[in-house]
């Protein structure tokens, strides 16, 4: 159904890199919950009324809390459309993170609700309806959502959506608590035994570790990690491959929602080419990074002397020194300061995050071993972190 009205209503519907298409497909899949739910929420209240079944009944408003959820997700995507002002001026693509975040939480509500409910069923239980309509009821409330989770976690992931697979979680949980209870009722028609609370109990310890895996899923943007690899590597090809860049680092990559990136770097380049050469250079690899990713993008230029042979000598030594301490360790403008009595190695270099308060010791460690090999130079470094 889903993918149906994407063609009807979502031009250029295969273009999912689009941030336009994107928050189409999530206010899309957002309706198309409202209005099953909704469903779910009329047919369950009207059976619950007819057959007398609380429980039925209490799923009912379950279903119209999901729409809430829906409702939630749909506001979320509406308001990453929202243009950059003057006190937004990176967009407001993170408010489809924030929505996913409030669902998340819904979520946990959900789990621990039924787990206080499952714990009072287990110290008193209650009559469970095993009647024909009951079970009805529960196999199309499971088919509607699993259909549910299916959709979102298919465009969640070809829109690369925080916010709907944080609700595509919210109904495969549901899914598989009906499950739980349309079982708990068999066993209760044919055995006699009421297993009704433990499998509730059981039901919300899964429904509470999806929560917190969806929370944690869209809250990490909002503090802020790494870029992914894929990421990475695209960047620094696209980088590499332009004629006249000898290397990349200090790479940062800061998100504002999906689609909305703001990428710095340092570009090291030949110090002996022409600087309106080098600026024009720079400002193509600025283009492409922006028609790749559609971001914007700040490059350093760091001139490398390429004619020093010192340098390069120099280099590679230092380098031999930092992999046989760790492979991890790397550097970046070297550069040679003469002295009265010495020659000052001055350079950066960069420290593996597991070496977090260690950095003084790493530092002291490079130092003397340099200064060992070359007695007439004095290293002076400076910490250099990786954020990628």
Excluded at 181 to 190: E, G
């Amino acid at each position: 159904m889903v993918s149906l009205l994407s063609r009807i209503f979502i031009k250029d519907y295969n273009n999912y890199d689009d941030t336009s298409v994107r928050r189409k497909y999530g206010m899309l899949s957002s309706i198309v919950g409202i209005f099953l739910n909704i469903l779910l929420f009329t047919f369950k209240y009207f059976a619950g009324i007819l057959s007398g079944s609380v429980a039925i009944t209490a799923d009912a408003f379950n279903n119209l809390s999901d729409a809430g959820s829906s409702i939630i997700t749909l506001a979320g995507f509406k308001f990453t459309g929202r243009n950059a002002d003057s006190e937004h001026p990176f967009g407001h693509g993170r408010g489809e993170y924030i929505s996913g975040f409030i669902v998340s939480i819904v979520i946990i509500l959900m789990g621990f609700e039924l787990f206080t409910s499952s714990a009072s069923k287990i110290l008193h239980p209650e009559k469970v309806d095993t009647s024909i309509m009951a079970f009805a009821v529960l196999v199309i409330s499971i088919v509607v959502k699993l259909y549910m989770a299916f959709y979102n976690t298919r465009i969640g992931r070809k829109i690369n959506s925080s916010a709907m697979k944080a609700t595509a979680t919210d109904s495969l949980s549901d899914s598989v608590a009906t499950s739980v209870v349309f079982l708990s009722m068999l066993v209760m028609k044919y055995t006699g035994y009421n297993i009704d609370g433990y499998a509730g109990a059981l039901v919300a310890i899964f429904i509470l570790f999806a929560g917190y895996s969806a929370a944690k899923d869209t809250i990490s943007p909002l503090l802020g990690t790494k870029p992914s690899k894929e990421i990475v590597d695209a960047i620094d090809g696209i980088i590499m491959s332009h004629d006249g860049i000898l290397g990349v680092h200090d790479l940062i990559v800061h998100d504002y929602g999906p689609g909305r990136m703001i990428v710095s770097l340092h570009a090291e380049v030949p110090g002996n080419r022409n600087i309106y050469e080098l600026h024009d250079l720079i400002d193509h690899i600025e283009n492409d990074l922006d028609e790749r990713f559609n971001c914007e993008c700040v490059i350093h230029m760091d001139p490398v002397d390429v004619e020093d042979k010192r340098i390069i000598t120099m280099k590679t030594g230092i380098e031999k020194i930092l992999h046989s301490i760790d492979d991890g360790l790397s550097i970046h403008d070297l550069r040679i300061v003469p002295c009265k009595d010495y020659d000052n190695i001055i350079f950066d270099m960069i420290v593996p995050p597991k070496y977090h308060n260690k950095d003084v010791i790493i530092k002291e460690q490079v130092c003397k071993e340099i200064e060992e090999k070359y007695p007439s130079y004095k290293a002076v470094i400076k910490i250099d972190k990786s954020y990628v």
